[in-house]
């Protein structure tokens, strides 16, 4: 069992940067494809970034590519994902996911992911 832990998340204003972490525990890192998805209210959850066990070909949702960056460091165990020039429709739950052996597109889909954190809240103001 794979357990995932977000931090980063808060308040910052429309241009602003900030960096979510997640953590995990319970399984080989190495061999998990990582992901992060968001939830804004009354929305349905959506695909931000993915990046593949393998480090390889990292996929971003076309709403954030060039200001959104997913990395993995398999020492520390962590995938972060460094958010720039924030906007306010960029507003949500921001949830790390682990596939195991997870590759390509499948990441990028709610159905594809074996695992969920619980979520940081980040919030961009106007």
């Known amino acids: 069992q794979v357990q995932l832990v977000e931090s980063g998340g808060g308040l910052v204003q429309a241009g602003g940067s900030l960096r979510l972490s997640c953590a995990a525990s319970g399984g080989t890192f190495s061999t998990y494809g990582m992901g992060w998805f968001r939830q804004a209210p009354g929305k349905e959850r959506e695909s931000v970034a993915a990046i593949s066990w393998s480090g390889s070909n990292p996929y971003y949702a076309d709403s954030v590519k060039g200001r959104f960056t997913i990395s993995r460091d398999n020492a520390k165990n962590t995938v972060l994902l460094q958010m720039s020039s924030l906007k306010p429709e960029d507003t949500a739950v921001y949830y790390c996911?682990?596939?195991?052996w997870g590759s390509g597109s499948r990441l990028m889909k709610v159905g594809g992911v074996e695992y969920w954190g619980k979520g940081t809240l980040v919030t961009v103001s106007s």
């Open positions: 996911t682990a596939t195991k």
